[in-house]
């Protein structure tokens, strides 16, 4: 379902376009965008309440970018979702990281195929890695030895 939605949001799930990683904050309505990470490897999550995949994955990352987060920023995109169901699911999982307010899916759809997707970006914000599907722990800690090395 979701698939469909990024489809007709953007014309086509080929890669990346230009649109910029960049939008308000779900809660604070406060701008958040990668380029304000210059210098940091990112590690951005796309993510719905709604998407079971990503209910999987929420404890994994919360931990992993709380443990982490001294080598890696970590940025959600909600895409395709209610505030009251993104706070709740923040809440859920004590998620920590800001995330972009992407109701119509147009950021997730012009980055990803669907959710969850996690894109991981170097210090550059090149583009260097996309995890479809739920990202494993083994998946994320490989991911980040690839942009940020001890």
Request: glycine fraction near 10%; hydrophobic fraction near 40%.
């Amino acid at each position: 379902m979701f698939a469909a939605l990024v489809l007709s949001a953007t014309g086509s799930a080929a890669g990346p376009k230009k649109v910029a990683i960049a939008g308000p904050e779900v809660f604070s309505g406060k701008r958040v965008a990668l380029t304000q990470y210059g210098g940091r490897a990112v590690l951005v999550n796309v993510w719905g309440s709604w998407c079971d995949g990503c209910n999987t994955e929420a404890p994994v990352l919360s931990r992993f970018a709380r443990s982490n987060a001294r080598r890696v920023v970590f940025l959600g995109i909600d895409t395709i979702d209610s505030k009251p169901g993104a706070r709740r699911f923040y809440k859920r999982y004590d998620l920590e990281y800001p995330s972009i307010w992407d109701p119509r899916g147009v950021i997730a759809g012009a980055w990803s195929r669907g959710a969850p997707t996690t894109l991981v970006f170097d210090s550059r914000h090149r583009l260097v890695q996309r995890i479809e599907g739920s990202a494993p722990l083994a998946e994320l800690n490989r991911a980040l030895r690839r942009v940020a090395p001890k």
